[in-house]
């Protein structure tokens, strides 16, 4: 099993950035394919990123398309997601997720392992 924690989130004002970062232990995310996903107040979770495990290949959700980038670093067993241009809609509990699985999906319901989640608050 692999143990996921997020770690990065906050307050900042729209336009601005914010790195969010998810440590695994347990296991190599080498193992995984990797997916935020992010949860608004009265809203279902929904995916915003994702990157496959060998090729790195990668997918975001139209909204985010050009402002965040998934990427992975193997030696530090940790996946990032950079928010840049961050609007008041980005507003969100964020999750970190794995699937044993080379490829990624854009499902939550394929991911077998989350993290406990962290804020990120978009103020005006």
């Known amino acids: 099993q692999v143990q996921l924690v997020e770690s990065g989130g906050g307050l900042v004002q729209a336009g601005g950035s914010l790195r969010l970062s998810c440590a695994a232990s347990?296991?190599?995310?080498?193992?995984?394919?990797m997916g935020w996903f992010r949860q608004a107040p009265g809203k279902e979770r929904e995916f915003v990123a994702a990157?496959?495990?060998?090729?790195?290949?990668?997918d975001y959700v139209d909204s985010v398309k050009g402002r965040f980038t998934i990427s992975n670093d193997n030696a530090k067993n940790t996946v990032y997601l950079q928010m840049n241009s961050l609007k008041p809609e980005d507003t969100a509990v964020y999750y970190c997720?794995?699937?044993?699985?080379?490829?990624?999906?854009?499902?939550?319901?394929?991911?077998?392992?989350w993290g406990q989640g962290t804020q990120v608050t978009v103020s005006t």
């Open positions: 990157i496959s495990r060998s090729r790195g290949n990668t």
């Open positions: 347990g296991r190599s995310i080498s193992s995984y394919a």
């Open positions: 997720a794995a699937r044993y699985s080379s490829a990624y999906a854009t499902d939550r319901r394929n991911y077998e392992y």
